[in-house]
C-alpha cells in the first residue's frame, strides 16, 4: 500500500469491533512506531443506534456501510459482522472497488471463499483472514508461510473456545452443561447464536478453512463429519476420566489412511512416496477421547491449540486464546497491518494456496475411519449380556481394549457398561452398535465416542 496513513473503517462493532477500536486508539503510537504507518479509523459502522459501543461519542460512527465502504478514505474495510448475508454483500461491494478486506468471518469464507477470492484476485486486491480461525493465534500466517516448507500429514485441535471452556468446567468443576454455556456467554467466547459453537458448525468452519491451506485442496463445511458437544452425557466425561482421558471437541484433518496417523518427520535416506496432495483426506469435528497425558487435554476454558504433523518439522503444537475480544482483536489489527505493508496482496497474488486456485479435495467416507473407540451401553443387569455383547463385537471382527461396569445391587434396574476397543472401523462400530441396540437386555441408545491416540513420531 505504501502510504503513510491508512484509513480504516470497521464494520460490526460488537465484542471483537470493541477489541479492535481499543487496539487501534489505545495502540496508534506504538503501531505508527513499529510499522511507520498512522492507522486512522474513519468509520464504525453498525446497524442501529442501539448497537452504539457505550464509547460511540469519541468514534466515527455510522448506519451507512455503502457509503462508508465507497468513502474514498477507507482504504481499508474491517468486516466483523459475521454470517454469509449481508456480510457477503459488504465484503463483494469493497472488492469490487478493488478495497483489500480483513475478516475474523470463517462462516462467510467457508460458504463463499473461493469467490471472494477469485473477486479479490480480479480486483488486484486482496482478503486476510487470520481471526477466522484460532482467535489470537496466528495460525493462518504460520501455514501459508511458517510451515510451507512442510508435506502435511494431519493438522488437529481444539478451535472452539466456548465448547472447550464449556468441557473444561464440566469436567473440572462439575459444572452443569447450562451453567457452563451461560458462563462462557458472559464472558464474550460463545457466537451470537451458540448452537453455531455447541453444535460444532463453528468449529468445522475453522477446520475447512485450515485443511484447506494445509493440504493445498479446496474444502466445503459439507464436506466434514460433524458431532457437537450439545449432545454430550456427563456421565461420559466422568467415565472417560476414569479411564485416563478427557473429552475434548477436536476438529480433525488427516491424511486418509495414515494407519499409525502421523507418520512423524521424513527419513532422509528414503524417498518420500507421498504426494503434496493427499489423495483423500479425512475430516472429522467431534468429541473425542484425548489421553490425560496428551498436550491437548492440557489445553483448558477457552484456549484453543491445534496440532500441526509435517514431514519436516514433525510434531508442532500453537496454543493461546482462541476466542474473545482482545485476543481476536490481535489478529484483526495483524492483518491491517499485513494487509498495509503490502505482504498479504504479495502472498495472495504469490502463494498457490487460496480455494479459488486450488482442486476440491477428495474426502474419506466417514464409515472408512479407523479409530479406536469408547462405547457406553445401557444394559439390564442379569446374566449373558456380556457374551451378547462381546460376539456381536467379535463379529465385526472388533476387539475390546478394556471394560468396566460398577457393581450395583442385583436387579436394582439398568447398568452401564463401557468398553473401549482396539483399532476399528467406523462401519463396522456402527453396524455393531445397532445389532447391540436391538439386543432384548439393552434398555437405552448406546453411546459412542472415537478415541485419539498420542502421535507416534519416529524422531530420534
Ligand atoms: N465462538 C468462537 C469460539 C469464537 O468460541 O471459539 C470465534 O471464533
Excluded at 123 to 147: H, M, W, Y
Excluded at 215 to 220: A, E, G, K, P
Excluded at 240 to 253: F, M, N, P, R, S
Excluded at 311 to 323: E, K, M
Amino acid at each position: 500500500m505504501g502510504r503513510s496513513s491508512v484509513g480504516i473503517t470497521l464494520l460490526g462493532c460488537g465484542t471483537v469491533g470493541g477489541g479492535v477500536v481499543n487496539v487501534l486508539l489505545k495502540q496508534r503510537d506504538l503501531l505508527k512506531q513499529r510499522t511507520g504507518i498512522d492507522f486512522v479509523l474513519k468509520h464504525v459502522v453498525v446497524k442501529s443506534k442501539e448497537e452504539y459501543p457505550p464509547n460511540a461519542a469519541e468514534l466515527p460512527m455510522s448506519l451507512d456501510a455503502n457509503a462508508a465502504i465507497d468513502d474514498d478514505a477507507s482504504d481499508i474495510i474491517i468486516e466483523l459482522i459475521g454470517g454469509a448475508g449481508v456480510a457477503f454483500t459488504f465484503v463483494e461491494r469493497a472488492l469490487k472497488l478493488g478495497k483489500p478486506v480483513v475478516t475474523a468471518n470463517k462462516a462467510l469464507l467457508a460458504a463463499r471463499g473461493a469467490d471472494l477470492f477469485k473477486l479479490a484476485r480480479e480486483k488486484n486486491t486482496c482478503i486476510a483472514f487470520e481471526a477466522s480461525a484460532g482467535g489470537g493465534i496466528p495460525i493462518i500466517d504460520v501455514l501459508q508461510r511458517g510451515l510451507v516448507a512442510n508435506r502435511v500429514d494431519a493438522l488437529l485441535g481444539i478451535v472452539n473456545g466456548t465448547c472447550n471452556f464449556i468441557l473444561s468446567q464440566m469436567s473440572q468443576k462439575g459444572w452443569s452443561y447450562d451453567q457452563a454455556l451461560k458462563e462462557a456467554q458472559a464472558q464474550g467466547f460463545a457466537e451470537a447464536n451458540p448452537t453455531m459453537d455447541v453444535s460444532g458448525r463453528d468449529s468445522a468452519q475453522k477446520l475447512a478453512i485450515l485443511a484447506s491451506l494445509a493440504f493445498n485442496v479446496r474444502i466445503d463445511e459439507a464436506d466434514i463429519h460433524l458431532e457437537g458437544i450439545d449432545k454430550l452425557n456427563a456421565a461420559d466425561i466422568k467415565f472417560a476420566d476414569e479411564l485416563g482421558y478427557v473429552v475434548k471437541l477436536l476438529a480433525i484433518a488427516e491424511r486418509a489412511g495414515i494407519g499409525d496417523r502421523v507418520s512423524g518427520i521424513e527419513d532422509a535416506a528414503k524417498p518420500d512416496t507421498r504426494h503434496p496432495i493427499p489423495d483423500a483426506v479425512s475430516l472429522r469435528v467431534h468429541p473425542t477421547l484425548v489421553h490425560k497425558s496428551d498436550l491437548l487435554a492440557q489445553v483448558s476454558g477457552s484456549f484453543n491449540a491445534i496440532s500441526f504433523f509435517g514431514h519436516a518439522l514433525g510434531h508442532a503444537l500453537f496454543y493461546g486464546r482462541g476466542a474473545g475480544r482482545m485476543p481476536t482483536a490481535s489478529a484483526v489489527v495483524s492483518d491491517v497491518i499485513g494487509v498495509a505493508l503490502g505482504t498479504t496482496l504479495e502472498q495472495f497474488r504469490r502463494l498457490n494456496v487460496f480455494f479459488d486456485q486450488t482442486p476440491r479435495a477428495t474426502v474419506q467416507p466417514f464409515d472408512g475411519l479407523r479409530s479406536r473407540y469408547y462405547l457406553r451401553l445401557t444394559a439390564k443387569d442379569q446374566p449373558g449380556v456380556l457374551a451378547q455383547v462381546t460376539k456381536v463385537l467379535g463379529d465385526q471382527n472388533i476387539s475390546i481394549a478394556s471394560f468396566v461396569q460398577h457393581e450395583s445391587a442385583q436387579g436394582a434396574g439398568p447398568v452401564p457398561l463401557v468398553l473401549t476397543t482396539h483399532d476399528a472401523r467406523e462401519g463396522a462400530i456402527q453396524a455393531a452398535l445397532s445389532q447391540i441396540d436391538a439386543l432384548d437386555p439393552i434398555t437405552a441408545p448406546s453411546v459412542c465416542l472415537r478415541i485419539i491416540d498420542q502421535p507416534k513420531e519416529f524422531a530420534a
